[in-house]
């Protein structure tokens, strides 16, 4: 059983589109979450962590239910500039600072 | 703020040799860094924890023999791939948190690692 799963995609939306990314966890000892954003054959870049009352970063909201073990990512008039690949992050209680990332889920935005 | 570097950024080379990959925190010092290796289309997964002044810890599944993890200093931890096989073709990356916090965990730039 995977441990972080998200849907890969690719999600291809249009500029000024706004485009939901889920994910599920299967560790119930989960203590922080993240979003991060990974470009082709870079570095994954932190986005923003999730909190369970939610948080906004601009045109980024991110969800967290941890009854659930969810967790979303919403993004808003979507750019050309966002088009990359999203990755849901967990870090389990037990692991240290180790993070265990999902597969991601690809963003395509056009023109 | 602050930067992880790895080197090198890419390395190619014949089945059976070994290859190093250096990790340095350039502004911080970091007690513990994160191996992770990235298969296409796959999710990164951790490899092992480096320990400065202990011996590494490995996840399950990763051969301690083959993959080489000296934490030498506060600023740099090496990861030496052993005999390497085409199989082991990946991005290795590494990453630095600030012992503080895992929201504060810095990523090198990764080192892609292509075994003929």
């Known amino acids: 059983r995977k441990e972080v799963e998200q849907d890969p995609g690719p999600f291809n939306v249009p500029e000024g589109a706004t485009v939901a990314f889920n994910c599920t966890y299967s560790?119930?000892?989960?203590?922080?979450f993240f979003w991060y954003r990974q470009d082709c054959r870079k570095e994954p870049k932190l986005l923003m962590s999730?909190?369970?009352s939610g948080n906004e970063d601009g045109r980024f909201t991110a969800q967290l239910n941890r009854a659930s073990q969810y967790i979303s990512l919403l993004i808003r008039d979507s750019k050309l500039s966002d088009s990359a690949t999203y990755l849901c992050v967990v870090n389990w209680a037990y692991s240290g600072y180790a993070l265990n990332f999902g597969k991601g889920t690809s963003l395509l935005v056009t023109p | 703020g602050a930067v992880v570097s790895q080197h090198p950024s890419r390395v190619i080379c014949k089945s059976g040799t070994s290859v190093k990959i250096e990790c340095r925190s350039l502004?911080?010092?970091?007690?513990?860094m994160f191996w992770y290796r990235q298969f296409p289309k796959q999710s990164l997964m951790l490899m092992a924890t480096?320990?400065?002044?202990?011996?590494?810890?490995?996840e399950q599944g990763v051969e301690k023999d083959k993959f080489l993890i000296n934490h030498a200093s506060l600023t740099l931890s090496t990861l030496t791939v052993t005999s390497a096989h085409p199989e082991d073709s990946s991005f290795y990356i590494c990453s630095a948190p600030l012992t503080t916090s895992t929201e504060t965990q810095y990523f090198g730039p990764g080192t892609r690692l292509l075994v003929l």
């Open positions: 560790n119930s000892a989960s203590q922080s």
């Open positions: 502004d911080f010092q970091a007690t513990t």
């Open positions: 480096s320990n400065e002044g202990s011996k590494a810890t490995y």
């Open positions: 999730v909190y369970s």
